[in-house]
């Protein structure tokens, strides 16, 4: 079947400009979860969606970052007003039940660079 | 907080050759541990997994030990190919209640020459 799917697949934007990255999560998967991926910082989560639960927020870096999850499949990430520290490959992997040890399934990645 | 070491890359061996990376964490309680593979041009994808002590986990030749005692976990594959050329993550997710997000070590990458 289908994996997760992400869009676009790269994206440059001039700095103070708002982005929006898309992610398609495995149908059927209620988790799904958004991390980034940069040179400096390795692989850092950023939110988490379960649900009709309230999102775990605790890994976004400012509140220029926010997250939704439409309908609880499609989920966009906006950054607004990026900054050049914003490049990197933004991850989003679903997976079907949140239990200890559950496999996450990775999407390719959205590559935003800010100029 | 939970985090996670793995020895720095880049790792250069030829083909055949015996592969350890190093990978210590630390968390709290009895995190599940994973190792992630990313092959050049692709995404992310599990390699393996143990969710308890002194569980092994394999896939591909690779194997990894859960060594509570020791806080390690790492990889080995006896004789490496060179599709093994990729950047691997050492990651764990936590045992409580929450979300079970990943905390990834900051990866090895390998190159095996023929």
């Known amino acids: 079947g289908a994996g997760v799917s992400q869009s676009p697949s790269n994206k440059v934007t001039e700095k103070g400009k708002d982005v929006e990255l898309r992610c398609d999560p495995i149908?059927?998967?209620?988790?799904l979860y958004w991390y980034r991926q940069s040179l400096g910082q390795g692989l850092e989560f950023l939110i988490y969606?379960?649900?009709?639960?309230?999102?775990?927020k605790s890994g976004l870096p400012s509140d220029r970052f926010s997250a939704e999850r439409t309908g609880g499949s499609v989920s966009t990430l906006t950054i607004q007003r990026t900054q050049q520290e914003d490049s990197a490959v933004y991850l989003c992997?679903?997976?079907?039940?949140?239990?200890?040890?559950?496999?996450?399934?990775f999407g390719p990645g959205t590559r935003l660079t800010v100029t | 907080g939970d985090s996670v070491t793995q020895m720095e890359g880049p790792v250069t061996l030829s083909e055949e050759a015996f592969l350890t990376i190093n990978c210590t964490y630390t968390?709290?309680?009895?995190?599940?541990l994973f190792w992630y593979v990313q092959y050049p041009g692709e995404g992310l994808q599990l390699l393996l997994k143990?969710?308890?002590?002194?569980d092994k986990g394999s896939n591909k030749g690779f194997e990894a030990t859960y060594r509570k005692e020791t806080t390690s976990f790492h990889l080995e594959k006896g004789s490496v190919q060179v599709s093994d050329s990729a950047v691997y993550f050492c990651?764990?997710?936590?045992?409580?209640?929450?979300?079970?997000?990943?905390?990834f070590g900051k990866g090895t990458k390998l190159s095996v020459i023929p």
């Open positions: 992997a679903s997976s079907p039940w949140v239990l200890a040890g559950g496999e996450q399934y």
């Open positions: 149908s059927g998967h209620t988790a």
């Open positions: 969606f379960q649900g009709n639960s309230a999102p775990d």
């Open positions: 968390a709290t309680g009895y995190p599940s």
């Open positions: 143990a969710t308890k002590a002194d």
């Open positions: 990651a764990l997710s936590g045992s409580g209640a929450g979300s079970y997000q990943l905390t």
